[in-house]
């Protein structure tokens, strides 16, 4: 039966109306799987907003072949961004507005995202924990790995004394694409850019083990890479040291592989759940590495 909408490729006048595509399904998605005890879903504020909107920009600009979205005269009704980093090919956001469900939207509008990365050797998808999402994701040859989130005030009297942690720069670049590879086998490359625009970024280099991490402002880990565990563990002592003991802090996208991030996560008495899954395809889950959700 003919499909009664289009796929055609995202352009940066589309990025507007995709970021509120998104935290439409998004919100809805949280609603749907929310559990006790965790906070209200919410829309995203304008800060966060307007942060989605210049990432997305940045991801059209870099990936246009890769990001697509599916209209008919009512609107966008969906969309998949993704990107090629080295020979590795990673999902930055996929969504079909709340409703949608049995018109075909999602398949349709992921496969043309996913022909971007025909000539990779690897994949990573950050998954949430929708079903119809994940199913997508299997049958598209993906090995679907739990994750797992930390979530609570860290009590300043845990914090340990760090050292030979400093704050970072571009000026690291060589420096983070070097560990990105021997971490993830692909760079980050111009999102670097990006994620250092916009978060704290902190740097460990010794001759024992390299590595960075990114701190949002409310602390926590957005995403960090090492080349030991020590540095890692200590990258993200350091970030969890950045909360306020009177907000929660959120550390996201933990594998099993990344136990050590367990270890620090339970010496600070967060609580841990499970949520969403890491799918990978052509590689092993990345270790010691925690995963933005969005540049992976």
């Known amino acids: 039966m003919p499909a009664d909408y289009f796929v055609r490729?995202?352009?940066?006048?589309?990025?507007?109306?995709?970021?509120r595509l998104t935290d439409e399904a998004y919100v809805d998605l949280d609603v749907r799987t929310r559990r006790t005890g965790w906070p209200a879903p919410a829309r995203r504020s304008v800060e966060r907003s307007d942060l989605w909107r210049a990432r997305?920009?940045?991801?059209?600009?870099?990936?246009?072949?890769?990001?697509?979205?599916a209209e008919d005269g009512s609107g966008l009704l969906g969309v998949a961004m993704s990107m090629r980093r080295d020979l590795t090919w990673l999902l930055a956001s996929y969504a079909v507005r709340p409703g949608l469900q049995g018109r075909g939207v999602g398949r349709r509008v992921l496969d043309p995202a996913l022909q971007h990365g025909s000539a990779c050797l690897r994949g990573m998808v950050a998954a949430s924990d929708d079903p119809r999402a994940v199913r997508h994701y299997r049958l598209a040859g993906f090995t679907l790995h739990p994750t797992m989130l930390l979530r609570g005030r860290v009590p300043r009297a845990v914090l340990p004394v760090v050292e030979r942690v400093r704050e970072g720069s571009l000026g690291d670049l060589d420096l983070m694409n070097s560990v990105d590879r021997q971490v993830r086998d692909a760079a980050h490359g111009p999102d670097h850019t990006v994620l250092a625009s916009t978060h704290r970024l902190l740097v460990v280099d010794r001759p024992t083990g390299s590595g960075y991490a990114y701190v949002p402002p409310e602390g926590g880990a957005h995403l960090l890479a090492a080349t030991s565990r020590r540095a890692a563990g200590d990258l993200l002592w350091e970030s969890l040291a950045a909360s306020s003991p009177q907000v929660e802090v959120t550390l996201a996208h933990v594998s099993a592989a990344n136990q050590w991030a367990l270890d620090v996560g339970m010496a600070c008495r967060l609580e841990l759940w499970t949520h969403g899954y890491l799918g990978l395809r052509g590689m092993k889950p990345p270790a010691p590495y925690l995963h933005s959700g969005y540049f992976l």
Request: charged residues 20%.
């Open 56 to 69: 997305a920009a940045h991801l059209v600009a870099t990936d246009p072949r890769g990001c697509w979205v």
């Open 9 to 19: 490729p995202m352009t940066a006048a589309d990025v507007a109306d995709v970021e």
